[in-house]
C-alpha cells in the first residue's frame, strides 16, 4: 500500500491564484481531513470528511473549499490565494471515525503565496 | 472549544536522561489523547495514544499518563537516543471527530 500521498509537494502561488492540493489514500479509511502546519502553532484542522459525500468544516475553514466524491481522493482547493496561506499542509486518513484512531499522514505540500 | 496547551516549547536533555513533556486541555468530553512524533522535513507519526478509561499506558521507553480530574497528560521518555531528537505533538479529541493539537515541543538530545 502507498499510503497516504499528496501532490504537489512544493508549490509557489501568487495572491489571487487557485489551485487544488490532491490527496489520495488506499487503505479504504473512511475519515480524512487537511491540516495547516505552521511555526509554532501546531496543527490546526481545515476541513474534514468521515465518508463519500460528506464534509465538514474544522477549526480554520476559510478560504478553503474540499470535496469528497470516492472514498479515496479528498481535493483541498485554495479558491484565491494570500499570502496568510502560506504554510505546510498536511492530509491525513483514519480507519475509523475521526478523532479516536491513529492518524496516517501524507508527506505534506510546502506552500508559499507571493 | 477545546484548547490544547503544551509545556515545554523546548526541552533539551542529556542523552540517556528522561525527558517529560506535559499538556492540559480544557474540554472534559474529550476522551481521545494520542502523541506524534515529527522529525525535520517529515510528516507526524503517532508514537503512543490513551484513552479515557486508562490513567497509564507503556511502550518500551515511552509512556503516557493521563489525569481526567485534573484535565491533563504527560509524555515520558526514558533513556533517551540521539534518534529521539524531534518535535513531539499531543493533541486531545472526542465524538465530534476533531482533534486539537498542541503546539508542539522541539525536544533536543545532548551528546
Redesign the interface.
Known amino acids: 500500500n502507498a499510503g497516504v500521498t499528496q501532490t504537489p509537494k512544493f508549490q509557489v502561488l501568487k495572491t489571487g491564484q487557485s489551485m487544488t492540493l490532491q490527496c489520495a489514500q488506499d487503505m479504504n479509511h473512511e475519515y480524512m481531513s487537511w491540516y495547516r502546519q505552521d511555526p509554532g502553532m501546531g496543527l490546526r484542522l481545515i476541513h474534514y470528511s468521515v465518508g463519500a459525500g460528506i464534509t465538514d468544516q474544522g477549526e480554520v475553514p476559510n478560504g478553503y473549499n474540499v470535496s469528497r466524491s470516492t472514498t479515496e481522493d479528498f481535493p483541498l482547493r485554495l479558491l484565491s490565494a494570500a499570502p496568510s496561506q502560506t504554510s505546510v499542509y498536511f492530509c491525513a486518513s483514519s480507519p475509523n471515525l475521526g478523532s479516536g484512531s491513529e492518524a496516517f499522514f501524507g508527506q505534506g505540500t510546502r506552500l508559499t503565496v507571493v | 472549544?477545546e484548547n490544547?496547551e503544551?509545556h515545554p516549547?523546548t526541552l533539551s536533555v542529556q542523552e540517556g536522561d528522561s525527558a517529560v513533556i506535559k499538556c492540559t486541555y480544557s474540554d472534559s468530553a474529550s476522551?481521545?489523547f494520542?502523541w506524534?512524533k515529527q522529525e525535520l522535513g517529515?510528516?507526524?507519526?503517532?508514537i503512543i495514544?490513551i484513552?479515557s478509561n486508562v490513567g497509564e499506558k507503556k511502550d518500551q521507553r515511552i509512556a503516557v499518563t493521563l489525569n481526567k480530574t485534573a484535565k491533563h497528560f504527560s509524555l515520558h521518555i526514558t533513556e533517551t537516543q540521539p534518534e529521539d531528537s524531534a518535535v513531539y505533538?499531543c493533541?486531545a479529541?472526542?465524538?465530534?471527530?476533531?482533534?486539537?493539537?498542541?503546539?508542539?515541543t522541539k525536544l533536543i538530545i545532548k551528546p
Not at chain 2, 517529515?42 to 503517532?46: I, V
Not at chain 2, 479529541?93 to 508542539?104: E, K, R, V
Open positions: 472549544g490544547v503544551q516549547s476522551n481521545y494520542p506524534y517529515k510528516r507526524p507519526q503517532l495514544d484513552r505533538f493533541a479529541g472526542d465524538s465530534n471527530y476533531q482533534l486539537i493539537w498542541g503546539a508542539g
